[in-house]
């Protein structure tokens, strides 16, 4: 007699998976099951689930949680752009602006993501972005902003030293000339020409270039805008763990969802130099629920 084959049950679709979590209401594998893709992987399953169902995942997710996680989720379906261009908007919305988080985004990350954030602002909040910024700052924090978003930087790694030494020459005295230019050169030079000047301006003056920029600017948003920059350029790892140690909720979204598939080794590595402990062992102290699920399963990527 042949033997009887037995029936297989095809495994469940990425989308059936997700589909039965909400059904079910069973929100902690489903954190679990979204934190573990990647963002390719995300933005496929949005657009199977669209394809399949006939409804957006992203609704679904919206009605079904709330609070942190719900925040937390709803940023890491968004592709890194969509959600860099969203906080920009939102740092800038309404009385006052959030100038720690528009200068963080603006000055962490790459010139070829600041050009794609601008292409994209207008999409999404039908102004551009340069007009977005000039409505919500002023001198030289907005000539810098205006200027780091043409993604004009170099990418320049090895540094003429003779040519940085001259530069280094020119940026000591305190005019308006001398003020776009240091604008000018810290937008523009390359990151590893960037921290040669910072290295030779100190060996020429024995002092930090901070502290003649904050002189020259005569601006503590644009003196805090470079601040980040000269800091993420030496030690982004550095810059930010010490951001996640005051564990804000809206620190740690906006960190976790940009960093979590590039930088969270150096950060993870950073955090326990810095506190002398895992920065897993802290998010389980400091936050609790789905969203420390989730944070948990982020921060091992």
Known sequence: MEEEKKETKNPLSETE????????????ELVEYI???????????????????????????????????????LGLMK??????????YLSMKGLGTDEDTLSEI???????????????????????LEDA???????????????????????????????????????????????????????????????TICRLYEKK??????????????DNDAYNFIKIMLECITNLGKFFAEKIKGFKSKDLIRIFVSQNEENMEEIRDCYKALYNVELIEDIKKETDGDFQTGLCILAQK
């Open 79 to 88: 592709t890194p752009i969509e959600f860099d261009a969203e906080k920009i």
């Open 17 to 28: 998976i997700v589909k039965n979590y909400i059904k079910e209401k069973n929100k902690t």
């Open 133 to 195: 910024i000039k409505g919500d700052t002023s001198k030289a924090y907005q000539k810098i902003l205006i200027a780091i978003i043409q993604g004009g930087r170099s990418d320049n790694p090895y540094p003429d030293t003779e040519k940085m030494k001259k530069i280094v020459e020119n940026i000591n005295e305190e005019t308006d000339m001398q003020k776009d230019n240091i604008i000018s050169y810290l937008v523009n030079c390359s990151y590893s020409e960037i921290c």
């Open 205 to 218: 003056y024995e002092k930090n270039i901070l502290d003649m920029i904050k002189k020259v600017l005569d």
């Open 35 to 73: 934190c573990k893709l990647n963002n390719s992987e995300r933005q496929k399953l949005k657009d199977l689930y669209i394809s399949q169902y006939g409804e957006e995942l992203t609704k679904e997710l919206d009605s079904l949680l709330s609070g942190d996680v719900r925040d937390l989720i």
């Open 106 to 128: 603006l000055a962490t990350r790459s010139s070829r993501a600041l050009i794609k954030i601008k292409d994209l602002y207008p999409e999404l909040y039908k102004e551009s």
